[in-house]
């Protein structure tokens, strides 16, 4: 049986770096993502989610396609109103500013830990 995600905060932990990251695993939470914010730092991940968009978002985006296991499947840069296309073995996306996934070391085939310290209320 999978783990069961709920919206929350904790740490990423990527090849080459440990992340703030912010679970959004609630429709709510979900559906806002990063609408409306000038930057993140950290990651943000949307689960269950395969694709994603950037319409009505100020800034580009790295997006990493993670399966069930948080292993990547495929990383890319989407610019501003952009519309990514669904992937099919894909049950979790990671969000980061652009360039950022460079630098933390994701890329296809590795490996992703997510390590939850905080529950969002409700």
Do not use: K, N
């Not at 932990?13 to 990251?21: H, I, K, M, S, Y």
């Not at 912010?22 to 395969?50: K, N, Q, W």
């Amino acid at each position: 049986m999978g783990r069961r995600w709920r919206d929350g905060e904790g740490t990423l932990r990527a090849p080459g770096a440990e992340v703030p990251l912010r679970v959004a695993a609630s429709y709510r939470a979900r559906t806002r993502g990063l609408l409306g914010a000038a930057g993140i730092a950290g990651a943000l991940l949307l689960t269950p989610a395969s694709s994603v968009h950037t319409v009505r978002m100020r800034f580009a985006i790295d997006v990493a396609y993670l399966d069930r296991r948080l292993r990547v499947l495929a990383v890319v840069t989407m610019p501003p109103g952009r519309v990514g296309r669904p992937r099919l073995r894909a049950r979790h996306v990671l969000e980061a500013e652009a360039g950022a996934m460079a630098v933390w070391g994701i890329r296809r085939g590795v490996a992703l830990e997510a390590v939850l310290t905080a529950a969002a209320p409700g």
